[in-house]
């Protein structure tokens, strides 16, 4: 039991972003398995991949060049094998409507991009724990639908 | 065409349990939620062949008693909320009583395993309980807040955005489109 952690993943092609987002996890208290794509084509070869694990939550940027968000968010939702998958858009687009359309195609929680490193950690251990409680209770993940 | 189901969560899992323990042939009493007693000793490797079986249903026994206490606070918590009459009491008051230990004490505990208080669990399962109100049972907003025990339907709006960072009617807009489409 105690061993447990969760396995987390984000795609986005800004390096900075993703250094800021690694670093974050390694102060939260939870034990995190932290893993990054460089963008959503690097990203959909990984899930394909017969023996790769799948991750708990997946966080995902909109605006990649190649395979945008959506594009990434489509396609996992058409495939069974990732229902299990917690989807986390990770943006810093804030207009109601793209928010409620990534919820609508499947996404289970929507991050505006903080810009301060503290408010970051804040998000993400929020996001995190809440999402232990969705792991560890078996609560419905149909209706898993959160904003930050 | 659809159809939309209601559990009973109590009976299924018993049911479940009954059906599963009586083919293993050990004799047992289910003590309450979550827990079962065997009359005589199991040994470590029939234990291991009913972990496996119960493991499809997402079953799991645990081993260590401080997760085995933090289990209980969660049954107790939902059996609270989830009751047809809910009980008029603090949930505080009320683990501490069922639970024999100090609040302050299941407090922490609960803090340490599941990176959460209790207080803000109490409210996930709330907030959980009444998507299920609104989604399943089509209740209104000002029947859901009666039914959980809510001062006002404004304070139940409230702590719904509060914990999920939408209002109520755009949840419920959001899962209508999904269905919608089919997702």
Not at chain 2, 169 to 182: C, K, Q, V, Y
Request: glycine share 4%; proline share 2%; hydrophobic share 40%.
């Amino acid at each position: 039991m105690e061993k447990e952690y969760m396995h987390i993943i984000l795609a986005d092609d800004d390096e900075d972003d993703r250094m800021f987002f690694t670093d974050a996890f390694d102060e939260l208290k939870i034990s995190t398995k932290v893993q990054t794509c460089n963008d959503g084509v690097e990203l959909m070869n990984y899930l394909n991949k017969e023996d790769s694990i799948l991750p708990n939550v997946l966080f995902l940027d909109l605006n990649m060049p190649m395979k945008n968000g959506i594009e990434c968010l489509h396609e996992i939702k058409a495939d069974r094998r990732f229902d299990d998958i917690v989807i986390a858009i990770y943006s810093t687009s804030s207009s109601e409507e793209h928010i409620e359309e990534t919820f609508i195609c499947g996404a289970n929680i929507y991050i505006k991009k903080p810009s301060d490193f503290n408010e970051l950690k804040r998000v993400l251990s929020y996001v995190v724990t809440l999402n232990w409680q969705y792991h560890t209770s078996g609560l419905n993940k149909d209706n898993f639908l959160f904003r930050m | 065409m659809r159809a939309f189901l209601k559990f009973d969560y109590n009976l299924l899992t018993k049911k479940i349990l009954e059906d599963k323990l009586s083919d293993f042939g050990y004799k047992y009493t289910i003590q309450g939620f979550g827990e079962i007693e065997f009359h005589e000793k199991v040994p470590e490797a029939k234990l291991e062949e009913l972990r496996y079986i119960f493991d499809e249903y997402g079953i799991t026994i645990i081993e260590n008693q401080k997760t085995v206490l933090v289990q209980k606070i969660k049954d107790i918590i939902h059996e609270m909320i989830y009751a047809e009459e809910v009980p008029n009491v603090k949930v505080s008051v009320y683990l501490a009583e069922k639970l024999n230990h100090s609040y302050g004490y299941l407090s922490n505990l609960f803090s340490d395993v599941t990176y959460t208080s209790i207080e803000n669990y109490v409210i996930l399962q709330k907030i959980e309980f009444a998507k299920q109100l609104f989604l399943n049972d089509k209740l209104s907003l000002t029947e859901i807040a009666f039914r959980l025990n809510y001062s006002s339907v404004a304070h139940l709006s409230k702590q719904f955005k509060n914990t999920t960072g939408i209002t109520p009617s755009a949840f419920l807009r959001i899962i209508a489109s999904r269905r919608e489409r089919n997702l």
